[in-house]
Structure formats: structure tokens, C-alpha cells
């Protein structure tokens, strides 16, 4: 059973920078696209971003294209978030996915405000 640990969410005032972290265990990392997705109080959970096994970002959501970027690095099983450019609307929870096997991170929380 794969399990993730995220890290790397916080407190960041509007403008700012974090950079989000899953580290992987469990399954043959690099077997699998991944992905970020985000849930906001009171809203669905989005997609945020995705990557390919390769590390080919394939999608970004319309609201973070520009200031997010999605990689990975399959030697260490981590996919990590860079957030530049934060916004308060980008506050929300967020969570690695690992597609295929349908497995989600615990969330980590981001909360953008001055």
C-alpha cells in the first residue's frame, strides 16, 4: 500500500513563494502519473496540476498557470509543487494523488494572507 508524506505548506503573505513536497513509499513511484489537487473551505476538491511518469507537466488548472510548477524527481519518489505569486485564494489543503492507483496524500495545509 502506497503511503505519502507532504510537506513544505505554511503560512505565506500575497506575492510569496512555497514549495510543496510528497514523498512516496510503497509502490514503484515512477510506474505512475501524479498529481496536486486543492480543497478550499465550503468548495470541492480541484486539480490543480499533473505530471507525467516521464516529468512532462501535462495540465495545469487556469488559475495557477504562470505561477505553479509541477515535477519530480523518480529517484527520490518525490513530486513537488513550486507556488510563486501566491494569492489568498489559493489558501486551501492540499494533496498529492498518485493516478492509477487512486491513492491521496493526508493534506497539508496553505493559507496565503498578510
Known amino acids: 500500500q502506497v503511503q505519502f508524506v507532504e510537506s513544505g505548506g505554511g503560512l505565506a503573505q500575497p506575492g510569496g513563494s512555497l514549495r510543496l513536497s510528497c514523498a512516496a513509499s510503497g509502490s514503484i513511484f515512477s510506474l505512475y502519473a501524479m498529481g496536486w489537487f486543492r480543497q478550499a473551505p465550503g468548495k470541492q476538491r480541484e486539480m490543480v496540476a499533473i505530471?507525467?511518469?516521464?516529468?512532462?507537466?501535462?495540465y495545469y488548472a487556469d488559475s495557477v498557470k504562470g505561477r505553479f510548477t509541477i515535477s519530480r524527481d523518480n529517484a527520490k519518489n518525490t513530486v513537488y509543487l513550486q507556488m510563486n505569486s501566491l494569492k489568498p485564494e489559493d489558501t486551501a489543503v492540499y494533496y498529492c494523488h498518485q493516478f492509477g492507483s487512486n491513492s491521496w496524500g493526508q493534506g497539508i495545509q496553505v493559507t496565503v494572507s498578510s
Open positions: 505530471i507525467t511518469t516521464g516529468g512532462t507537466p501535462n
